[in-house]
C-alpha cells in the first residue's frame, strides 16, 4: 500500500514553460487536493476534486489547471510557468465528505523552480 | 471563512521537558480540528483530531491536544519532548459548512539535547 504518490520530487522550469505534476492514492480515496507550500504561509489550496471527473477551485487557482479523470489520478498543471510559481507541492486525499473529520494523507511533496 | 492562527514562529524546548504548540481558530460552525506533522523533506502526517466529545484528544507519538471553546484554542502538548520531535507542525480547522481545510502557517519545534 504506497499511499499518496508525487512523479516528480524535483524539477527546474525556465520562465513560460509548461509541466504537469501527478499524483496517484491507491486508498480508493473520494477527495484529492493540491496545496502549495511557502515559507511563513503555510498551505494554501490551489485545487481539489470531490470524485472521478470533477474539479474545484480552492483559495490560489490562478495559472494552474487539473484533471481527475481516474478516481485514483489527480494531475495539477501549470501552462505557463512564472518564478512566483516556484514552492513546494503537495498532494493530499482523505474520504468522502459526508465524514467531513476524516483527516487528509499527503504525499511526499515536488519541488518546483522556476528560473 | 475559517483560519488558523499559530502565534509563535519557533518553540524551543530542552530535551524531556513538557512540549506546547499552540493553535487558536476561527470558525463560523462547529470545529473539526487537526494537528499534523512534517519533517524535514518529508509531505505532512496526521497526529491527532478533535471532533466531538471530550476535549482532551490524545494521538499519535504520545502526543495530545486540549480543545478550549470558550478560547477558542486547540494546543498540542507533550508531557516530554524528544530530540526526534523536532518538526513543523501544523495546525488546521475544517468548518463544518465545507470541505475545506484552513492550515495555520506552522511552528517549528526544537528540542535540545
Known amino acids: 500500500n504506497a499511499g499518496v504518490t508525487q512523479t516528480p520530487k524535483f524539477r527546474v522550469l525556465k520562465t513560460g514553460q509548461s509541466m504537469t505534476l501527478l499524483c496517484a492514492q491507491d486508498?480508493?480515496?473520494?477527495?484529492m487536493y493540491w496545496y502549495r507550500q511557502d515559507p511563513g504561509m503555510g498551505l494554501r489550496l490551489i485545487h481539489y476534486?470531490?470524485?472521478?471527473?470533477?474539479?474545484a477551485k480552492g483559495e490560489v487557482p490562478d495559472g494552474y489547471n487539473v484533471s481527475r479523470l481516474k478516481k485514483q489520478n489527480f494531475l495539477l498543471g501549470l501552462e505557463s510557468a512564472a518564478p512566483s510559481q516556484t514552492s513546494v507541492y503537495f498532494c493530499?486525499?482523505?474520504?468522502?465528505?459526508?465524514?467531513?473529520?476524516?483527516?487528509?494523507?499527503f504525499g511526499p511533496g515536488t519541488r518546483l523552480t522556476v528560473l | 471563512a475559517q483560519s488558523v492562527a499559530q502565534p509563535e514562529d519557533q518553540v524551543n524546548v530542552a530535551e524531556g521537558n513538557p512540549l506546547t504548540v499552540k493553535c487558536t481558530y476561527s470558525?463560523?460552525?462547529?470545529?473539526?480540528l487537526f494537528w499534523y506533522v512534517q519533517y524535514p523533506n518529508r509531505g505532512l502526517q496526521f497526529l491527532l483530531k478533535?471532533?466531538?466529545?471530550?476535549?482532551l484528544v490524545k494521538g499519535s507519538y504520545g502526543f495530545e491536544a486540549e480543545f478550549n471553546k470558550s478560547q477558542t484554542s486547540f494546543h498540542l502538548k507533550k508531557p516530554s519532548a524528544l530530540v526526534s520531535d523536532s518538526a513543523l507542525y501544523f495546525c488546521?480547522?475544517?468548518?463544518?459548512?465545507?470541505?475545506?481545510?484552513?492550515f495555520g502557517k506552522g511552528n517549528q519545534v526544537v528540542v535540545i539535547p
Open positions: 493530499a486525499s482523505s474520504y468522502s465528505w459526508d465524514q467531513a473529520y476524516n483527516e487528509q494523507f
Open positions: 486508498m480508493n480515496h473520494e477527495y
Open positions: 476534486s470531490v470524485g472521478e471527473g470533477t474539479t
Open positions: 470558525v463560523s460552525g462547529n470545529p473539526y
Open positions: 478533535y471532533i466531538t466529545g471530550d476535549n
Open positions: 488546521a480547522v475544517r468548518d463544518t459548512g465545507n470541505n475545506r481545510l484552513a
